[in-house]
């Protein structure tokens, strides 16, 4: 009797999955279409645009500080360095000068809203490594502390609407820097305990480390900017590079990652909390007395030309383009959004991993859907 | 700080290797002709001394006789920096060739000027709208749009 | 079947007897369910700075209650098109073998539903039936999603058998019997400290085996949104909740069991031994949950495979090489040997298997 031996194929056949647009950990509304080979991604599309609303359009019929609220809604998690990159693509516009108080006022106001973002970013990053709500609701704790501050400043909580064209609109109440310096003097004991349960937590690097590398080229060609860019190695930070305000006094360091990994992304985010502080105790040391805004008329008529403002804000370079015809509204008013241009190596950074990786990936690069669709 | 070079500067580079293709030269952009786009901004990233290698940003503006697109170009690498705008005169089919192939940036970006404002990209992989749905009729950032 | 001798004070015969203990036992693992997940919900709120429910009765005592009524009066929303009758099915394939391991948990001296004197096999075998229903639930539910939780559960809770019982097979030895209350019996030094690897070999497998945190893939509501419930409303999904609680319950009272000595305890009366000794291991289950980011598939397979599995194997070589050779010291000299080895063991051990920065070949 002859034996057969017979190959027995199994078929698979690769199949689509939409994630989003309403899923409980795509941050915002936003889809991706991913084609999975059981549980390997092999291609992914971001769609998204579900939450545009046409400000780019809308901003072309209000007056330049109409334009400021505007702002606020596009990354509503770091509104402050919204409203600061587009008052200083105005003032750049307009040759306006802004009085030494309101700089400092601006950079203690940025720095502490570099932090709140940073800790709903690394937050929610970990949430999405399945540490269940815990370093969240930490990490939220210290962010209403200065959500606390910003509404002893202008009264709001997240939408603030606070810098002005050559200034800010208001100055600090008395009792705002004791409460500073006090967030200043707890806070990197509270970073400590965050570091103690995590940075060499055995999940946390298996889940993070070698995952969703983006290589230094890659970063540069994509245009990335801020934690992602520089956690790929690459050390341009707009404070650094092209100082705006009056960053160049202060002495602080850019974190720097060397694999561009997950885990780079969280460690740098971790330490730009830290180096903010630093740049925190020194504005607070040296705040000078004086006006908070310069003379500006009601209606700001910049005269013919154009400029781009940038800044570094905690999700990467971003920058306001604006062209004036010399009326009192822009006439094209373009933002360079971070989060919008990060997007672009998505998929390269999630083929091959596994549905899970999919979704750290995609936490690590801490997006924030208002600006990605404007 | 990043030096913004001069558009004058350049011009004397890339009129060497390309000629006529410069329209125009000022102090702080360079104008260059549709056609030579693609070479131009090539010339641009390839050569040591420039070396852009890190696309800012594309923006697209709609000046009624004509629509310009404007490229800041950043060089993380000698820290300066320069804007690039090329224009297109055709209001009903506007086509610039696209800069995919040089600088991934322009991917999500450039299909976001065809999608607002209209303007085609010769040689984008995949220009589809990307802000509002794929049946919309119409690019609302033109100033002719409402 | 060995059957418990009536006490003679007991009315009625003996099927009498055996509904009126069926009854409690049921009202007793119901009860506890909602009180664990009271006790989960606040544990789990004072470990993150917060307060967790405190408005439905002193205390949020009334809130799983609550929880339970809302879900009794959802509207049953079925998949048009998927298996309606596995679908009605899963619920109840995933539920009741959870009930049925009570049986043999003695609750107190004496007093047990059915002193099998294969208790620790029946409970191992019972308590994989539920796996079945989970993979009916998301197979019936005709959603990508659903499926690919179902089969991450199947493929977990097979990995993670073994470890399980081989590490329930020393504690067999040290016993000789495979009876609940033989093992209680045999308890005069609680096996914790008799087998301390066991008792961690089978906490963390046991902890797979029910999909709690760090192995709570299957219900990531980050990932999958819901997994294989996705599809499940009204109170099929809450059967599956109260599985999935009823499960720790089980393994609560399975650990207190056969690890802890059972109801044995010195001043307080036996019941209250076996309650604080629940209460604690689940709070440690809780503890575990909160402060853990979760597993990967493959890295959950590789665990068990990988790390689990080779231990349980020296775990059982060890405490068979101890009884054949010193079958008459005393037991206490074993307990300081075997913290040592297995504390050597799991340190050597973790140097040699990292969970694999990134990719895990499995």
Same mark, same amino acid.
């Given at each position: 009797m002859t034996t057969q031996t017979r190959e027995v194929v199994v078929n698979t056949e690769p199949f689509v999955v939409n994630f989003g647009p309403a899923h409980p950990s795509t941050h915002g509304v936003f889809r991706m279409r991913m084609t999975l080979d059981g549980e390997v991604i092999v291609d992914m599309e971001p769609v998204f645009g579900y939450l545009h609303r046409g400000i780019e359009k809308l901003a072309e019929e209000r007056t330049y500080t109409q334009v400021i609220p505007l702002t606020d809604r596009l990354d509503y998690l770091a509104s402050m360095n919204n409203n600061l990159a587009y008052c200083l693509a105005v003032e750049k516009l307009a040759g306006i000068a802004v009085p030494e108080r309101a700089e400092y006022i601006r950079v203690i106001i940025a720095e502490l809203q570099r932090i709140a973002s940073h800790l709903c970013a690394v937050g929610f990053f970990l949430n999405d490594c399945g540490a269940f709500m815990t370093p969240v609701l930490y990490m939220l704790r210290e962010r209403e502390r200065i959500l606390d501050l910003f509404d002893m400043v202008c009264g709001q909580r997240l939408t603030y609407n606070y810098m002005r064209v050559g200034g800010v609109s208001q100055d600090f109440p008395d009792e705002f820097i004791p409460a500073v310096a006090k967030f200043i003097g707890e806070m990197p004991g509270w970073l400590d305990e965050y570091e103690r349960l995590l940075k060499e937590n055995e999940i946390l690097l298996a889940r993070a480390k070698g995952v969703g590398i983006l290589p230094r080229d890659l970063a540069i060609n994509i245009g990335a900017s801020g934690p992602v860019l520089r956690a790929s190695g690459v050390p341009w930070d707009i404070r650094k590079a092209d100082p705006y305000s009056i960053y160049d006094r202060f002495e602080f360091d850019v974190p720097v990652g060397l694999a561009g990994d997950c885990y780079d992304r969280y460690r740098v985010r971790v330490e730009e909390m830290r180096q903010s502080l630093r740049i925190l105790r020194q504005a607070i040391k040296d705040l000078p007395g004086g006006e908070v805004r310069s003379q500006v008329p009601h209606l700001i008529r910049p005269p013919a030309g154009e400029a781009y403002g940038h800044l570094e804000g905690p999700r990467g370079e971003l920058g306001f383009y604006l062209v004036s015809d010399?009326?009192?509204?822009?006439?094209r008013f373009h933002v360079r959004a971070p989060t919008f241009i990060n997007l672009t190596a998505l998929s390269d950074m999630m083929r091959g991993w596994k549905v899970a990786d999919a979704i750290i990936v995609f936490g690590s690069i801490d997006i924030c859907m208002g600006e990605v669709d404007r | 700080m990043t030096l913004a070079l001069s558009g004058k500067d350049i011009t004397k580079k890339i009129e060497k290797k390309f000629?006529?293709?410069?329209a125009e030269a000022a102090a702080e952009s360079l104008l260059v002709k549709g056609e030579a786009l693609s070479e131009v901004a090539a010339y641009l990233k390839n050569t040591p001394g420039l070396d852009f290698d890190y696309l800012t940003a594309v923006s697209g503006v709609d000046y009624l006789d004509y629509f310009e697109v404007v490229y800041h170009l950043t060089s993380i690498k000698h820290n300066h920096s320069l804007v690039l705008k090329a224009r297109c005169y055709n209001r009903e089919n506007p086509a610039l060739p696209s800069v995919v192939s040089l600088w991934r940036t322009a991917d999500f970006q450039e299909r976001e000027i065809y999608d607002l404002l209209g303007i085609s990209f010769t040689g984008h992989p995949n220009l589809k709208r990307i802000a509002l749905w794929d049946g919309f009729e119409g690019h609302p950032l033109r100033k002719d749009f409402l | 079947m060995a059957m418990q001798m009536l006490p003679p004070d007991w009315p009625g015969n003996f099927w009498a007897h055996w509904a009126i203990f069926a009854v409690a036992v049921l009202v007793f693992v119901l009860l506890m369910v909602i009180v664990f997940i009271w006790f989960e919900r606040r544990a789990m709120a004072v470990m993150q700075a917060r307060l967790g429910p405190n408005r439905a009765g002193p205390f949020g005592l009334l809130q799983s209650v609550a929880d339970a009524l809302k879900i009794l009066i959802k509207e049953d929303i079925i998949p048009a098109r998927g298996d309606k009758v596995v679908h009605w099915l899963a619920p109840v394939v995933a539920f009741v073998p959870v009930l049925l391991v009570f049986a043999v948990v003695p609750f107190r001296g004496g007093a047990l539903l059915a002193d099998l004197n294969i208790g620790i096999l029946y409970i191992v075998a019972i308590s994989s039936v539920t796996t079945v229903g989970v993979f009916m639930a998301g197979w019936a539910s005709n959603n990508k999603y659903s499926t690919l939780g179902a089969m991450r559960q199947v493929a977990s809770v097979v990995s993670y058998e073994i470890p399980v019982v081989l590490s329930l097979v020393g504690v067999i030895l040290l016993a000789g019997s495979l009876s609940m209350q033989q093992i209680v019996a045999a308890q005069d030094i609680p096996f914790i400290l008799l087998q301390p690897l066991g008792f961690l070999l089978f906490f963390t497998g046991a902890l797979a085996e029910i999909n709690r945190a760090p192995f709570d893939l299957t219900e990531a509501d980050s990932e999958l949104v819901a997994g294989y419930m996705t599809e499940y409303s009204g109170m099929k999904f809450g059967l599956f909740f109260l599985a999935e609680y009823g499960e720790a319950l089980a393994i609560s009272a399975i650990v207190t069991t056969i690890?802890? *000595? *059972?109801?044995? *305890?010195?001043?307080?009366p036996d019941w209250l031994w076996f309650l604080v000794k629940v209460f604690i291991v689940f709070f440690v289950i809780v503890w575990v949950r909160t402060t853990v980011p979760r597993l990967r598939i493959d890295q959950l397979m590789a665990l068990a495979w990988k790390f689990l599995f080779p231990l349980a194997l020296l775990n059982l070589l060890i405490t068979a090489i101890e009884i054949l050779v010193w079958p008459a010291a005393s037991l206490w000299v074993f307990v300081p040997i075997n913290i040592a080895i297995a504390i050597v063991l799991v340190v050597l051990w973790s140097r040699f298997f990292k969970l694999g920065w990134g990719k895990v070949e499995v």
């Open positions: 010399g009326s009192i509204a822009p006439y | 000629p006529g293709c410069v | 690890f802890l *000595g *059972g109801w044995r *305890g010195p001043v307080l």
